[in-house]
């Protein structure tokens, strides 16, 4: 049986060409970038060449572009690296309610320091509230984050006019662009935003490497002390075959994007009009349109998320339900409560996310095998079914 992976918003395979670039930095061009040699230079050069690569595609000309572990770890250095190098100016930061665990656990982190955090709401459209955080913009405000594009839902969110209000009031703009990266285009100097955050798994690029782009005027601590790689911002050597690894596919995805944008789209919306259909008491959550091309986020009235994972893991689909437990008693979305999606239906939950990879044929097999297993799940655990305040099924 052929796995079909809808679930590219939590990894992605590396594509071929990526890893044909990575080869090379492995065994012949192994050489420690800090190191004095001529093999050095070149290793050291290939760095420096992803750097200016991915800063020319994201039109990062103010600022720099630092290499880090990963998408969580550009998050943490962004909110606390700012944090603890401005906390004389403020200890107020503002982000959504729907934010990543990488942004909000470092700003629950913060707390143990004397940061206070305003956690700004979304409406049922999944969008950010603006005025809302123009409202809890207070004189300590040193930091506002608020992501690109929802990793649940797909939903974009309007950072250009959150940056644009940020930077009026002298205020730092984070975005965390992991979903937002290779699915939109992204062009920093308009979107004026001072950090942002990428990550080369969701990419089609290797794990464990992500970027954090920082505008020149932000003063911002390391979190990682030893050499002075990445201008002194993230100590460590550099996982040359993994930076290079990103770049490329950056570059690959934009490259492709307008093609791939029309051709998911497509099997994404045949998805969701042939669940829609054919699952009663189903609906997709968050902004219809202004939500990533990939991405379709569904609530299943009367079934767990949890069960609805496992039943499709022996048809062999891969999904996600985005609740923010994977394992024991799973807690509601913290996305989906932000939206105002009633608890009881919140573990409901479905997550599918389409890729390069994705096929018609793979469509047609989630459309025909997920309302089967809906309908069996709530065949087996009836859940009492309370509608428009009826009970109208209790067994
Ligand atoms: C995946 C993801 C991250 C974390 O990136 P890693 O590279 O896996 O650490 C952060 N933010 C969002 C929105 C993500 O989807």
Do not use: W
């Amino acid at each position: 049986m052929r796995l079909i992976y809808p679930d590219y918003n939590a990894t992605t395979p590396i594509d071929q060409q990526v890893l044909e670039t990575m080869m090379p930095f492995f065994m012949e061009k192994f050489a420690n970038p800090s190191s004095q040699y001529s093999s050095a230079k070149e290793t050291r050069k290939a760095v420096e060449e992803s750097r200016t690569r991915i800063a020319e595609r994201l039109n990062a000309k103010n600022g720099n572009i630092i290499f880090t572990g990963g998408g969580t770890e550009a998050n943490n250095l962004a909110i606390k690296g700012v944090a603890f190098a401005n906390r004389d100016k403020g200890k107020h930061i503002i982000v959504s309610q729907i934010e990543h665990q990488a942004v909000l656990k470092p700003c629950k982190y913060l707390k143990n320091f004397g940061f206070k955090i305003t956690y700004v709401p979304v409406g049922h459209d999944g969008i950010v509230d603006v005025k809302a955080i123009k409202k809890a913009i207070k004189r300590n405000t040193i930091l506002i984050s608020v992501m690109y594009a929802n990793n649940v839902t797909g939903v974009i969110q309007p950072v250009e006019e959150i940056a644009r209000i940020a930077r009026k009031r002298g205020i730092y703009f984070h975005t965390d662009a992991v979903q937002a990266a290779g699915k939109m285009r992204i062009d920093i100097e308009r979107l004026g935003v001072d950090l942002l955050t990428i990550s080369g798994h969701k990419i089609y690029g290797p794990k464990g490497v992500g970027v954090l782009y920082i505008h020149k005027d932000v003063t911002i601590d390391s979190l990682i002390h030893s050499g002075g790689q990445e201008m002194k911002l993230r100590a460590g050597t550099e996982s040359v075959a993994s930076i290079v690894g990103l770049a490329k596919a950056l570059e690959i995805a934009l490259d492709n994007i307008d093609e791939e944008q029309e051709r998911a789209r497509k099997l994404r919306d045949t998805l969701e009009q042939g669940l829609l259909a054919s699952i009663p008491d189903c609906y997709v959550t968050g902004h219809r349109e202004r939500r990533l091309f990939n991405t379709s986020n569904l609530i299943i009235k009367y079934v767990e998320g949890e069960s609805l994972l496992a039943y499709l893991n022996f048809a062999g689909i891969c999904a996600s339900s985005g609740s923010a437990c994977a394992s024991g008693s799973p807690e509601p979305s913290h996305i989906m409560l932000a939206m105002g999606v009633p608890r009881e239906f919140a573990n409901g939950s479905l997550r599918l996310s389409l890729g390069k990879f994705t096929t018609e044929e793979d469509i047609y097999r989630v459309i025909k095998e997920l309302p089967e297993i809906v309908k069996k799940l709530r065949r087996l655990s009836p859940v009492e079914r309370v509608k428009d305040g009826l009970l109208l099924e209790t067994q």
